[in-house]
């Protein structure tokens, strides 16, 4: 079951462990969201057989993979959640949850219950430390909850071997410092709160040295694809490069540094060991104790108020200084390992036995400019 772009390639993750058994057939279906903009072109555009949501809701599955909640109550099979980003990272807001609630996206009842029931078979977790804040927030999931470790991250440590091939995928000259510009969706994101001062940094980069290649969360694009690139027109001209938004891991795998916010890409690219220069965020949006904290505590911060190769400079010099695993270790006590462990939990979920091989993190796909 797919929501949105943003979950879809994680229900991916999930589905390529599987799929190339001859035993199964997969199919997929468009969830109701808010932010369901694209998914039925993109998954037609992936060949797969994808079936209305009314037909989804009156079907018996064998296993249902989603990475959001909407409307997954209706469906007939167990269920399995997972996350569609760096796990336990993100508050609630208090139109959700009430103020002070601390709430935490995906871990608290209203995402894995609906009226007091359980939705889920089993809640992927990433992290043995999360369990603590689902026993608080959602205390039935508990015993459903299967640490399994983050497939994204393994994938991404999979793909150091292809990062020249993917600076060329993103027409990046050798010799030139790739600066990866992420923004995740909503006012208080990069581009939301900071707009003309990254621009205004960016236009200050020697243009025979640096290559900015920016890519957005794919709840941006909902404003359409016609209008965001209209409003970067300007940038465009000066030479920005915008990235395809389900192709961001390819571009964190090629990057030098990358600029972003409390996205969840900023996070990754910390805990992959990329050098990372954070815009600052309001409080009350991050969870505590979590990964994207930790990266708010040891990273540098951009500023207006400063040239940006110095500040970049700077970003390389703080990971040199301070290693990247204690990050990567926040995002997953399992590293390496997601694969052949959530493949294994999807067998037994579905009471069969698990065929040999295609058990590891695959390198992710390339990343894919947008052409204007």
């Known amino acids: 079951m797919v929501h949105t772009l943003a979950s879809a390639g994680h229900v991916l993750d999930a589905v390529e462990l599987m799929e190339c058994d001859q035993r199964l057939q997969v199919v997929f ?32 599955f064998d296993l249902i993979v ?51 029931r359980l939705v889920p078979a089993m809640v992927a977790v990433s992290h043995r430390d999360v ?4 026993a608080r927030q959602c205390p039935q999931a508990v015993p459903v909850a299967t640490v399994v470790g983050d ?4 994938r991404l440590a999979a793909t150091a071997s292809r990062r020249r091939a993917y600076r060329r995928s993103l027409d990046v000259p050798d010799g030139r410092t790739l600066v990866a510009v992420s923004s995740t969706w909503g006012p208080e994101s990069l581009l939301g709160r900071s707009w003309r001062t990254l621009f205004d940094l960016l236009d200050g980069l020697p243009q025979e040295n640096y290559e900015v290649r920016l890519v957005m969360h794919p709840g941006v694009w909902c404003h359409g694809r016609r209008q965001i690139l209209s409003w970067l027109r300007q940038q465009l001209r000066s030479g920005l490069r915008v990235v395809e938004p389900m192709t961001w891991r390819g571009l964190v795998a090629a990057a030098d540094v990358l600029i972003g916010d409390h996205g969840s890409v900023t996070t990754y690219a910390a805990a992959a060991g990329v050098p990372v220069l954070r815009a600052s965020s309001p409080p009350g949006c991050t969870a505590p104790g979590s990964a994207t904290e930790l990266l708010a505590g040891t ?22 200084e301070a290693s990247h695993l204690p990050i990567a270790a926040a995002v997953t006590s399992e590293p390496g390992r ?5 493949r294994t939990h999807l067998y037994r979920l579905l ?22």
């Not at 996206?105 to 894995?112: D, F, H, K, M, Q």
């Not at 369990?131 to 689902?134: A, G, H, M, Q, S």
């Not at 990273?299 to 040199?320: E, K, W």
Request: hydrophobic share 45%; charged share 15%.
């Open 29 to 60: 279906a468009q969830a109701p969201d808010l932010f369901s903009n694209g998914v039925q072109e993109y998954l037609r555009g992936l060949g797969a057989v994808v079936i209305p949501w009314d037909q989804a809701t009156e079907t018996d």
């Open 151 to 154: 497939l994204c991250l393994d």
């Open 338 to 342: 997601a694969a052949p462990l959530l």
């Open 131 to 134: 369990i603590p804040v689902l």
């Open 351 to 372: 009471a069969m036995s698990v065929p040999s091989g295609g058990d590891e993190a695959m390198p992710v796909d390339p990343p894919t400019l947008i052409d204007h």
């Open 66 to 116: 989603a990475a959001d909640c909407a409307g997954v109550h209706k469906l007939h099979g167990p269920v399995v959640a997972l996350a569609h980003g760096v796990m336990n990272n993100k508050l609630a807001p208090a139109a959700l949850g009430g103020p002070a609630s601390g709430l935490v996206v995906g871990l608290g009842s209203p995402w894995l219950t609906w009226y007091g």
């Open 299 to 320: 990273t540098p911060a951009l500023t207006a108020h400063q040239p940006l190769p110095a500040q970049l400079d700077a970003a390389g010099r703080a990971r040199r």
